[in-house]
């Protein structure tokens, strides 16, 4: 694991500076809207949580040598599209919880969840398009791709899919957003040289972001994760731990057998789900889940050493590794 050098240290100060003033301006757009229309002060929500998409953006965006106003408002449009999507995904899924607040789901129900994460979709491309123009397109095709990805998932719930096609949804789902990211960096640093470059290194650092994510269902801790764990395996979505335990010849048969009292079970019956997620981490697959996410970060390290060495480079590169080893 990459350790911290001075020139790194300077890097990550730097970047948590540009996310407050990020923060700052997704609380200016958000003001922007009357509060007839809908009242952000009023409903307890964070609209920025980790943050892992507007770090990438800054990240890349300063390895790429952008300039750094125009990087903090493509990093703004990462969030605020990001959040748009999980208003949308909490209706689809019933989230009542989500970065340690209640959603908007459970506050306002599903219409209102809905309108505001169509609110702040659009208001992610006014913010992308005040970045740079060409911006909004890419990030049409990002919101696109994210749309295909989840309906993908929404159309395989309860049916077996191999890891490659999870990687696939994955790729669309979360992928897409990252690989927005980090051409919007590149555009704005005006390196039309590395496009092809910077699109494979954010959508395969969303995979990895996915594919950890996945893993915290079955391992995470709510607190710590900010959001309900054991939903996926609830709501009938075969992930990579759960793919590998039911393709493994021994704990495979078992786990089809918690799979079909799951799918059976009332919703507040949690017996089953936590069964099979005891056998999927006791099983090592959650482990493999891990490794594999791990080797795909590794494989992405010559393509950001062909990325400018500049004084964010090193910090991007411990970003990535360190997205493959979090464990919130």
């Known amino acids: 694991m990459l350790e911290y050098t001075p020139v790194m240290q300077r890097a990550a100060i730097n970047i948590e500076d540009q996310l407050r003033k990020v923060n700052g301006g997704i609380s200016a757009a958000l003001s922007g809207i009357a509060p007839e229309i809908f009242d952000f002060k009023a409903h307890p929500f964070s609209f920025l949580g980790k943050a892992a998409r507007a770090r990438f953006t800054l990240l890349a965006a300063?390895?790429?040598?952008?300039?750094?106003?125009?990087?903090?408002?493509?990093?703004?449009?990462?969030?605020?599209?990001?959040?748009?999507?999980?208003?949308?995904?909490?209706?689809?899924?019933?989230?009542?919880?989500?970065?340690?607040?209640?959603?908007?789901?459970?506050?306002?129900?599903?219409?209102?969840?809905?309108?505001?994460?169509?609110?702040?979709?659009?208001?992610?491309?006014?913010?992308?398009?005040?970045?740079?123009?060409?911006?909004?397109?890419?990030?049409?095709?990002?919101?696109?791709?994210?749309?295909?990805?989840?309906?993908?998932?929404?159309?395989?719930?309860?049916?077996?899919?191999?890891?490659?096609?999870?990687?696939?949804?994955?790729?669309?789902?979360?992928?897409?957003?990252?690989?927005?990211?980090?051409?919007?960096?590149?555009?704005?640093?005006?390196?039309?040289?590395?496009?092809?470059?910077?699109?494979?290194?954010?959508?395969?650092?969303?995979?990895?972001f996915q594919m950890v994510d996945d893993v915290l269902d079955f391992e995470g801790d709510a607190g710590a994760c900010g959001k309900e764990t054991l939903k996926d395996i609830r709501e009938g979505k075969f992930t990579l731990p759960l793919i590998l335990a039911i393709n493994d010849g021994t704990a495979g048969p078992e786990a089809e057998k918690l799979l079909e009292a799951l799918r059976a079970a009332p919703a507040a019956d949690l017996g089953p789900a936590l069964e099979l997620s005891k056998l999927v981490r006791e099983g090592g697959f959650c482990a493999a889940a891990r490794a594999d996410a791990s080797k795909k970060a590794e494989e992405l390290k010559p393509l950001a050493d062909q990325l400018p060495a500049g004084e964010g480079a090193d910090a991007l590169k411990k970003f990535i590794n360190d997205t493959a080893r979090r464990l919130a």
């Open 62 to 208: 300063q390895t790429l040598g952008a300039d750094a106003a125009r990087a903090g408002r493509a990093a703004a449009a990462a969030e605020m599209t990001h959040t748009a999507s999980l208003l949308h995904d909490d209706c689809l899924d019933t989230a009542r919880y989500r970065r340690g607040l209640p959603t908007l789901y459970d506050q306002l129900g599903v219409n209102g969840a809905i309108l505001v994460g169509d609110l702040l979709m659009a208001l992610a491309f006014d913010e992308a398009g005040a970045a740079a123009p060409e911006l909004q397109g890419e990030l049409a095709g990002a919101v696109r791709r994210m749309a295909e990805g989840a309906l993908l998932e929404e159309n395989s719930r309860w049916k077996k899919t191999d890891a490659a096609g999870a990687e696939r949804m994955t790729a669309l789902k979360t992928g897409a957003l990252f690989r927005w990211c980090a051409l919007a960096a590149c555009h704005l640093a005006r390196r039309q040289d590395l496009l092809e470059t910077c699109a494979r290194l954010g959508e395969g650092t969303g995979v990895v």
